[in-house]
């Protein structure tokens, strides 16, 4: 099989433990895009959050692309076009901001490159803000402000015991509406229902004409099982999550010892 489309997963993926691409896997993923094979940066961040290194890898000069806030949103990297954008329904947001109220957590909005706080930020809302290089703005009406905008997702933040809390009221709740799930236990995640880095590919794939048995997906998190099950090949970093390796077909070297660039020499060179 000829794999023509790379998927990445970010961080513990693609980025090593210092949040860097390595020069040897930035030039293999250049030279891939030069012979022609596509490549998809495939995070939970923002769009804004995973920018900076889609410039890294010129993915606007080879037509790549960025599936952002978990697959909720797909971007053209040529045209900054959308693909795909699924956003919440706007009748959740004072429901979501009532029960996040009840616990000791932040509730994190994210707009024109500024991630938007409706309480007071945690250690871990100065962590996103970090991780994406978005500033954080306080503001008091944090309902009617974020009613002006489409969301992708709202994130909450906040000690693992108050965000498994808000996780079981939000779930309850909002059972069947909306989706709700822990990307870290201090990152409780609130995304439109069904939305998957997996299901957001195969409109990618249909969009440009190539199939699943094409693509090889690449990831270390419980988000990105979906997608590796879902692929041709199906990678995961031996630095994993167990569950992870478990799904998948092959097991690469860690995201500190180039395992994405293992990945291309194995299976992607011509």
């Known amino acids: 099989m000829k794999y023509q489309i790379l998927v990445l997963d970010l961080d513990g993926t693609l980025t090593n433990s210092r949040k860097e691409i390595t020069p040897p ?3 293999a993923l250049i030279e891939i895009q030069e012979a022609g094979k596509k490549v998809v940066l495939a995070s939970g961040r923002p769009t804004y959050g995973v920018v900076p290194l889609a410039r890294q890898l010129h993915l ?3 037509g790549s692309y960025i599936l952002s806030f978990n697959g909720a949103r797909i971007t053209d990297c040529r045209t900054g076009q959308f693909i795909y954008n699924k956003t919440l329904p706007q009748d959740v947001i004072p429901d979501i901001y009532r029960i996040a109220s009840n616990y000791l957590v932040d509730i994190l909005a994210y707009e024109d ?12 809302s100065e962590l996103e803000s970090r991780i994406n290089h978005l500033p954080i703005v306080q503001i008091d009406n944090f309902c009617e402000k974020v009613s002006t905008f489409p969301n992708n997702k709202f994130l909450l933040t906040g000690e693992p015991d108050s965000i498994a809390a808000a996780k079981e009221e939000m779930s309850t709740h909002f059972h069947g509406y909306i989706d709700v799930y822990c990307s870290d236990p201090f990152f409780l995640e609130i995304v439109p229902k069904n939305v998957d880095k997996a299901a957001s590919l195969l409109k990618l794939l249909t969009s440009i004409g190539l199939t699943a048995d094409e693509m ?3 990831g270390d998190g419980y988000n990105d099982l979906t997608m590796i099950e879902t692929a041709g090949l199906g990678v995961a970093m031996e630095n994993a999550q167990p569950l992870v390796r478990e799904k998948a077909d092959f097991i690469t070297k860690s995201n500190d010892d180039d395992g994405v660039l293992y990945v291309i020499d194995q299976f992607m060179r011509d």
């Open 25 to 27: 896997t930035l030039k």
């Open 60 to 62: 606007e000069r080879y």
């Open 113 to 124: 490159g500024q991630l938007l706080s409706g309480f007071t930020p945690t250690k871990y």
């Open 216 to 218: 090889i997906c690449c």
